[in-house]
């Protein structure tokens, strides 16, 4: 890492640090975030944070796009073709029927995109920044806990999160080979990754939540999936901590 993300890891640091505070305080009055984070960074981050499954419980919405990724990439590739044609041609609910498979529109388009841009490894590169890339298996969102299948909170946060988001604005492309399927990822097209940024904010409940803001510091979107933001906090506690 260089001088400057050392120097933002030093920020978030000190951000749980008056997070401590807040929760060991009787009548907390401090709101503590910490500096704008570059999504760059963050990433970067994310990668080098190690999964956890006890952070498994919840986040019903990821785990419905872990679900459909895992069954979609069993199709195989005649499959795959009638399953874009359905899309593109607005018979999705007719397919799911025939195929027996479950998906929503949104998490469908969101595989076939993401399906492009993995390499040999399973990674995914995201459109923003051509050497951004979210070193894990985008096709393998869960991990066994006690022989049960549970999310892996670091996929939530690297493909579910930030994967979806990049497909979602990239789609809004005119030029992007699946701009035709946009209109069903468009509610999502909130957030520019080369024109907003990352924070963590702490309320007085001493509950931590991720933002995005606009550079000029306006509030986009709260991400307030609890499980995600506890692996969140615990996996970048400790890699300030290194």
Known sequence: MNETQLADLNDIQDFFNRVDSVRNSASPTE?????????????????LCEAQSKYSSGDSAAKALGNAVVSLNQLDRGELDAMESALKEGRWDEWCKDSGKKASADDATFYLVLKHHTDAQQHYH????KDMVAE???FDPFTKEGGKQVLNQQWHALI????????????SNEQHEYHCLYQYVKKLDKIDFNADELQFYCGTSGKTELRFNTKEGKLIERYRSEKMNEWLEEA???LAGK
């Open 31 to 47: 709101k503590p975030r910490t500096n704008p984070i570059d999504i760059k960074d963050f990433i970067e981050w994310c990668n």
């Open 126 to 129: 995201f459109h923003f920044g």
């Open 136 to 138: 894990i298996d985008a």
């Open 160 to 171: 579910s999160l930030l994967a979806f988001l990049d497909v979602a604005h990239a789609l």
């Open 236 to 238: 970048l506690r400790k």
